[in-house]
């Protein structure tokens, strides 16, 4: 057996919420197993659990394909970072426009072996 912790990652762009509004919901699940948070997931009525659990649920098969529990593992680390912003336009009094950002967010999860204390 190799001392080398396996990692297995997984991606999701273009996610249409705001990265503040995903964050709430991840911030709580780095230290538990992927099983632990699925479950979690499952019962926090916001979309961006929906959206937090297909990508999950996406690494757990990223696993599989290495040959990994993908359940078992730990979650090392869930990333939300800005993504890509629309700017649209409103319109508004006297001939003027206001502008309206339609952001989006990038989710990263880390999946680990082991967790690894700091």
Known sequence: MSTENVEVKALARHVRMSP??????????????????????????????????????SAIANADVKGLSGRDLWIKEAIVEQGMVMKRFVPAARGSAHPIRKKSSRIRFILTERLERK
């Open 20 to 57: 503040k509004k995903v964050r709430e919901v991840l911030r709580c699940l780095p230290g538990r197993t992927a099983g632990e948070a699925l479950d979690y997931l499952r019962l926090v009525p916001r979309k961006s659990a929906f959206y937090a659990a297909k990508l999950l649920r």
